[in-house]
C-alpha cells in the first residue's frame, strides 16, 4: 500500500513544485552604478537610471553634478537620450 501511495504521489508532487517554483522567478534589472564628486565629501556612489549609458545627448546627473561611470574626472561621463 505505501509503496503504491510513493509511486503515485511523489512524481505528481515534483510536478508540481517545478511548475509552482517556474512561476516564482522574478525578473529584476540589475542597478547601474555612477559616481559623482561631491564638492566638499569627494566622489559618491549613486544608482543611476538604465538609460543612462556612454552614449547619448542628455547629461545624467546626480544633485547637479554629472555622473562618471567610475570615480575620477577622467572617466567616461554617463549620458541618456531623450
Avoid at 555612477?34 to 549609458?53: A, I, S
Avoid at 547619448?56 to 541618456?80: H, K, N, W
Wanted: hydrophobic share 40%.
Amino acid at each position: 500500500m505505501k509503496s503504491k501511495f510513493l509511486k503515485l504521489v511523489l512524481p505528481a508532487f515534483a510536478i508540481l513544485m517545478a511548475v509552482g517554483l517556474a512561476f516564482a522567478t522574478e525578473d529584476r534589472p540589475v542597478p547601474k552604478i555612477g559616481y559623482y564628486e561631491h564638492p566638499t565629501l569627494g566622489w559618491q556612489e549613486v544608482t543611476v537610471d538604465d538609460n543612462c549609458g556612454e552614449s547619448g545627448s542628455i547629461a545624467c546627473t546626480a544633485f547637479d553634478q554629472q555622473v562618471y561611470s567610475e570615480p575620477d574626472d577622467e572617466s567616461t561621463p554617463l549620458m541618456r537620450d531623450q
